[in-house]
Nanobody, 113 residues
Framework: QVRLVESGGGLVQAGGSLRLSCAAS???????MGWYRQAPGKERELVAS?????NYASFAEGRFTISRDDAKNTVYLRMNSLKPEDTGVYYC??????????WGRGTQVTVSS
């Protein structure tokens, strides 16, 4: 069992930045890690993932950066040039080599116009 705890969300004005963190309860060395988000009334969607390489949703390209520090069992999502449409709950996700999937409880990001 892997516990994931997100932090770093909050209220920010449009054009601002936030850095989200996802702390895992154990080693994530071989895991594919990702950030997803869910806006009110919408389905959860992938924002970015990092494993052997990085992968970004089109809306995140050029504005968001995913990174990881395996020594700290932590994954980050740096978000710049935030827009009101980036508002939602951001979730951390881990996929193990044996394809078990874990989710955090999420952190709220609100971008005001």
């Amino acid at each position: 069992q892997v516990r994931l705890v997100e932090s770093g969300g909050g209220l920010v004005q449009a054009g601002g930045s936030l850095r989200l963190s996802c702390a895992a309860s154990g080693s994530i060395l071989s895991f594919n890690m990702g950030w997803y988000r869910q806006a009110p009334g919408k389905e959860r969607e992938l924002v970015a993932s990092i494993g052997g390489g990085t992968n970004y949703a089109s809306f995140a390209e050029g504005r968001f950066t995913i990174s990881r520090d395996d020594a700290k069992n932590t994954v980050y999502l740096r978000m710049n040039s935030l827009k009101p449409e980036d508002t939602g709950v951001y979730y951390c996700n881990a996929i193990t080599p044996w394809l078990a999937r874990y989710w955090g409880r999420g952190t709220q990001v609100t971008v005001s116009s």
